[in-house]
C-alpha cells in the first residue's frame, strides 16, 4: 500500500450523496504492510482512528465515517508483529504484556517519530488479537480554528470551580480542553497539573508552569496520581476523566478548596452530565458531595460533531448549561429533572444542542438532515426551522 494514495479510500455505509461517485481503491504494493504503512495512511488521508484485527479488513475513520482500506487483512501472525511493535516501545514492556494477556486489554500511547503520536488499545476479539489506534493532533488549537462558542473561551476567565465537559468517544472534548487550557498557560502566571491516560496535548510552558503526569509513565495509576497531584502546589487541574468515585472526590475536593479544575465525563447532553456526575457520588457523602457540586459547578459543556454542509470537515455542536443560581439551587435540593429547562436559557449564557443546530443551520455550515441527527428533541428542531423560513426549500 502506497501512502501517498492514501485518501483512496472504500466508504463503509456511505449515503445516497456518497453513492453518486465510486470510491476508488487503494493500490496496494506485494509487499507485507508494516504497522508504519497503517499509520502513515491514517495521517495522509487525515483520519482520526485506525481498526486492524487479524482475519479482518482494516478500517479508518475519516471525518467521522468508517472506511475500509482495499488490502488483504491481517494474518494472526501480522498481528502479533504489530502488538509486539506497540509493546516494546512502551516504558515497562513486560507489566502492559502481562496486562493484556491476563486482563484482555491494555491503553498505551505510541509514536510514529516526528508524525504523530496515537492513543492506542490492545485487545483480543475472538481469541486473536484486536488494535484501536486514535491519533492524537498534538498542536495546541485556537478557539478560532476549533469554531467553539465564545462562551467556551470564557471559561479559561475563571480561577476557581469546576467545569465538567461531556460527549460521547471522539466528540472533541480533550481538543475543547487543550484550548481552554493553552489560553490559560498563555495568560496567567500560575501553575497547571493534568493527569491524562494518555497525555493527548502536549502543552509547552509559556506564562505558566506546566506539569502533565501520565498514567502507567509517569505514575502507576490514576488513583495514585490524582492523590499527589494535591501535594504539588497547583492553581489549575486538569483531571482527563472522571471514571470512579474516588476520581470525583477528588475534583469536588480540589473545586472547594479554590482551585480550578476541568474534566470530562461520558455522558449525551449538559443536564444527564450532571446525573452521571451523581450518580458516582460516595453514599457515605452523599449530602457533602452534592453540596460541593451545586457551590463549586460554574459550567456543563456537552458536544456533538456535526458534519459540514459540503462533505469535509466537521463542526463541534454545543450545548452549554452555566451554574447559575437556579442551576445551583436544582442540584442542592436534588431537582436534577428541572435542569433540563434552565440549558435553554441564553441570557444566562448557555444553550441547547437544538438551539446551536438551528443557528449552524441558519449560516448554512450544515444541512437540514444533519440537523436533524443531532437533534435532542427532533420535532422542536424542525418548528425551529421552519421558522427561519418557511419558503426555504432547504427544509423540504
Not at 91 to 100: F, T, V
Not at 102 to 115: E, F, I, M, R, W
Not at 212 to 222: A, C, L, N, R
Request: proline share 5%.
Amino acid at each position: 500500500m502506497t501512502t501517498k494514495a492514501a485518501s483512496e479510500i472504500i466508504e463503509n455505509a456511505q449515503d445516497e450523496k456518497d453513492t453518486a461517485t465510486p470510491q476508488p481503491a487503494i493500490h496496494v504494493e506485494e509487499r507485507q504492510l508494516t504497522l508504519h504503512d497503517f499509520l502513515k495512511t491514517v495521517i495522509k488521508a487525515k483520519g482520526s482512528d485506525l481498526h486492524l484485527q487479524a482475519s479482518s479488513v482494516p478500517m479508518i475513520r475519516v471525518d467521522g465515517r468508517a472506511r475500509f482500506l482495499d488490502c488483504p487483512p491481517p494474518t494472526d501472525e501480522q498481528m502479533k508483529e504489530y502488538v509486539d511493535a506497540i509493546i516494546k516501545a512502551q516504558g515497562e514492556p513486560e507489566e502492559r504484556r502481562h496486562m493484556l494477556e491476563h486482563k484482555g486489554a491494555v491503553d498505551v500511547a505510541y509514536s510514529l517519530p516526528g508524525q504523530a503520536r496515537f492513543r492506542t488499545n490492545i485487545f483480543h476479539s475472538r481469541e486473536k488479537y484486536a488494535i484501536v489506534m486514535r491519533r492524537i493532533v498534538t498542536k495546541i488549537p485556537n478557539f478560532e480554528e476549533l469554531n467553539l462558542p465564545p462562551q467556551v473561551e470564557g471559561l479559561a476567565d475563571f480561577h476557581r470551580g469546576i467545569v465538567i465537559v461531556s460527549g460521547t468517544t471522539g466528540s472533541g472534548k480533550s481538543t475543547s480542553l487543550a484550548a481552554i487550557i493553552g489560553k490559560i498557560n498563555r495568560t496567567r502566571s500560575e501553575r497547571i497539573i493534568t493527569v491524562e491516560d494518555p497525555i493527548e496535548f502536549q502543552h509547552e510552558n509559556a506564562k505558566a508552569l506546566v506539569s502533565q503526569v501520565e498514567v502507567g509513565t509517569d505514575s502507576e495509576s490514576y488513583e495514585y496520581a490524582l492523590r499527589a497531584m494535591m501535594r504539588q502546589d497547583p492553581d489549575t487541574i486538569l483531571i482527563g476523566e472522571i471514571r470512579d468515585p474516588f476520581s470525583l472526590s477528588t475534583a469536588l475536593k480540589a473545586a472547594d478548596t479554590g482551585h480550578l479544575v476541568f474534566t470530562t465525563v461520558h455522558a449525551t447532553n449538559a443536564w444527564t452530565t450532571v446525573q452521571r456526575v451523581v450518580s458516582l457520588f460516595d453514599p457515605q457523602m452523599k449530602e457533602l458531595q452534592q453540596q460541593q457540586l451545586a457551590l463549586n459547578l460554574q459550567a456543563v459543556i456537552s458536544q456533538r460533531l456535526a458534519k459540514k454542509r459540503e462533505g469535509k470537515g466537521r463542526i463541534p455542536v454545543v450545548e452549554i448549561m452555566m451554574a447559575t443560581p437556579i442551576v445551583r439551587k436544582y442540584i442542592l435540593d436534588g431537582e436534577f429533572e428541572k435542569l433540563k429547562g434552565a440549558v435553554g436559557n441564553k441570557e444566562a449564557g448557555s444553550q441547547s444542542f437544538d438551539q446551536h443546530l438551528t443557528e449552524l443551520f441558519q449560516k448554512q455550515i450544515i444541512d437540514v438532515g444533519e440537523a436533524r441527527r443531532l437533534a435532542s428533541n427532533p420535532d422542536a428542531l424542525n418548528l425551529a426551522l421552519r421558522g427561519i423560513s418557511n419558503s426555504d426549500t432547504r427544509l423540504r
